[in-house]
């Protein structure tokens, strides 16, 4: 039995579930679907979940904590969602969103346009700040990740751009000696 699979996910108000052939649907503010994973049964009962293993083999007591995990992160963004800043460094880059395209100025000979998944919202602040936010975590995260794979930090200057929270250990340059 996994650890995580035994606890049961809490269903605030306002947010409905339904489950249907192997599918397990969660709206709220957003709606998000999800297949569950074999070896796993789902039962709704008063305002909770419960994961269960459909039988005792290794994969079954895997699945069983993904499957608790996957389903609370799909609650947590149906109600408030998620949320990356991603912060560009360096004297000329730029970002710039307009509609569902967000432009970059990286220092390369061209600018790189980005286009905005479906279910993301994208936010540029004056500071060179870019806020990704959506319900579905995974999405979330791979967003952040696609801009942030156009111009990572490099390790001199820190050019690029970077999570707010990244540290980054900058090498020391060529000494003269």
């Known amino acids: 039995m996994s650890r995580i699979g035994k606890k049961p996910v809490d269903i605030p108000a306002g947010v ?9 649907t969660v709206e709220g503010k957003s ?7 074999p070896h796993v049964a789902v039962e709704v009962k008063e305002n909770q979940l419960l ?26 963004g149906v109600t408030t969602g998620f949320r990356k800043e991603l912060a560009i460094v360096g004297i000329g880059y730029k970002a710039a969103l307009s ?7 990286l220092g390369y000979s061209h600018t790189i346009e980005f286009p905005v998944p479906e279910g993301i919202t994208l ?6 700040k870019i806020i990704v936010e959506g ?5 979330v995260g791979e967003t952040a990740a696609e801009i942030r794979r156009f111009r990572p930090p490099e390790p001199y200057k820190g ?5 707010v929270d990244e540290r980054i250990v900058l090498k020391e340059g060529k000494s003269v000696g």
Do not use: C, F
């Open 16 to 24: 409905k579930v339904a489950l249907n052939d192997g599918v397990i």
């Open 31 to 37: 709606k998000l679907a999800m297949t569950l994973p």
């Open 99 to 105: 509609g569902k395209k967000l432009t970059l100025s």
């Open 51 to 76: 994961v269960t293993q459909a039988d005792d083999t290794r994969n079954a007591g895997a699945m069983h904590g993904l499957a608790r995990s996957l389903i609370n992160n799909m609650v947590i």
């Open 159 to 163: 050019k690029g751009i970077r999570y």
């Open 123 to 128: 936010t540029v602040t004056p500071e060179n």
């Open 135 to 139: 319900a579905d975590k995974q999405l």
